[in-house]
């Protein structure tokens, strides 16, 4: 007599899911892997000839394939540049980069930490409310505000001239970063410190700062990169070659050595150096402050 076992219906489900099925594995996305391809293709292959050109000559760039490897390599374009008061520039660029990220990270955290952290008074939200309106201002709307402010204030052709309109332009989207990420701090956090005793100036150095490292990195790096890069202050806010930055020297480079293409690929390289040392240092922090931060 044959007998039959029973199961719980959960039992005889469960076990079904545990069945391996067939033909369950994903299969590639080959379109995707093409697209990924392609896009890779386009990104590098600009890099790939402006850095393979900037060792070749002169004559060897005209008479031969602009992608082949030079077979003799010189540094003589990057001597050229060197000896064009490069330095000069890059100290002037350091200079005004790094006077104008300092002071607007730090005014930024302050600002941010107050806004977050100082109650609910009309007076912080309107701070709050001025600084995203900063968001919607570009730079080409104010420039010349900026350059009869300048010119009241007798900074025309200085660093300085570039330094204050950079930390204006860069405090509001700072603000908006650090204040994203400040409020996901736990507020038990705040609650305990002030339980313990501590003041507000040491809350905010010795709990707000450590965890919105990330965020600290992502807006000094971003910021960074978009001074660094700046072209239309320095050109509206300078006018001698001595107070010049990267890239209206590299303009202007380029205006003078324009036949010489590898020289002008050289300077490029350069200019472009500090960035990518700046991003391979902060690369961890700047993705985690990327996803903390602008993904609010």
Same mark, same amino acid.
């Given at each position: 007599?044959?007998? /039959? ?42 890099? #790939? ?28 374009? #990057? ?9 000069? #520039? ?42 995203? /309106? ?47 990420? $400040? ?9 305990? /410190? ?32 978009? $001074? ?7 050109? $509206? ?49 700047? /993705? ?9």
């Amino acid at each position: 007599m044959a007998t /039959m076992t029973t199961t719980a219906p959960g039992r005889t489900q469960s076990a079904r899911d545990r069945r391996p099925r067939k033909g369950g594995t994903s299969r590639p996305n080959w379109l995707g892997a093409l697209l990924a391809f392609i896009w890779l293709a386009i990104v590098v292959l600009p890099i #790939y000839w402006i850095v393979i050109t900037s060792f070749k000559s002169q004559s060897v760039y005209f008479a031969a394939n602009p992608l082949a490897l030079p077979t003799a390599p010189t540094a003589e374009n #990057y001597a050229l540049v060197l000896a064009s008061d490069f330095p000069r #520039y890059f100290l002037n660029s350091v200079i005004v980069t790094l006077g104008a990220i300092l002071p607007a990270v730090l005014i930024s955290f302050v600002a941010a930490f107050a806004i977050v952290r100082g109650g609910s008074g009309w007076v912080l939200r309107g701070i709050n409310s001025v600084f995203l /309106m900063g968001l919607a201002i570009p730079l080409q709307a104010t420039i010349i505000p900026v350059y009869l402010i300048i010119i009241k204030l007798g900074l025309y052709d200085s660093l300085a001239a570039i330094i204050l309109p950079s930390i204006a332009f860069a405090i509001p989207l700072s603000v908006l970063v650090l204040s994203n990420f $400040i409020r996901d701090v736990p507020k038990e956090l705040f609650e305990s /410190m002030r339980t313990d005793g501590a003041s507000d100036w040491g809350t905010l150095w010795h709990l707000a700062f450590p965890l919105t490292r990330p965020a600290l990195v992502t807006v000094t790096v971003y910021n960074g990169l978009a $001074i660094w890069n700046g072209f239309l202050l320095p050109l $509206i806010l300078t006018q001698s070659p001595q107070k010049r930055l990267l890239p209206l020297a590299l303009w202007s480079f380029q205006g003078q050595y324009s036949v010489n293409v590898p020289a002008v690929l050289a300077s490029v390289v350069l200019t472009t150096l500090p960035i990518l040392v700046l991003y391979v240092v902060g690369r961890r922090q700047l /993705m985690s402050g990327l996803t903390a931060g602008f993904s609010k």
